[in-house]
C-alpha cells in the first residue's frame, strides 16, 4: 500500500532554489525602482495643504 517516496535530487532543489531567489531579487529591485520614481513627491499625503485666505 504505501509507495516508495523518492524525494527530488539535490541539483533539482537547488536549481529551485536558484529560480526563487533570482524572482525574489527581481521583485524587490522593480519596487525598489517604483519607489524611487515616484518618490516621496508623488504622493498627495506628503504635500503641504493648500491655504486660502478669504
Known sequence: ???NY???SNR???A???V????TVTLGAFIDTL???YGP???VAAR?????VA
Not at 48 to 52: G, L, M, W, Y
Open 12 to 14: 533539482a532543489r537547488a
Open 35 to 37: 519607489a524611487f520614481h
Open 48 to 52: 503641504p495643504a493648500a491655504v486660502a
Open 20 to 23: 526563487a531567489l533570482t524572482i
Open 1 to 3: 500500500m504505501n509507495r
Open 6 to 8: 523518492e524525494p527530488t
Open 16 to 18: 529551485f532554489a536558484v
Open 41 to 43: 513627491d508623488g504622493t
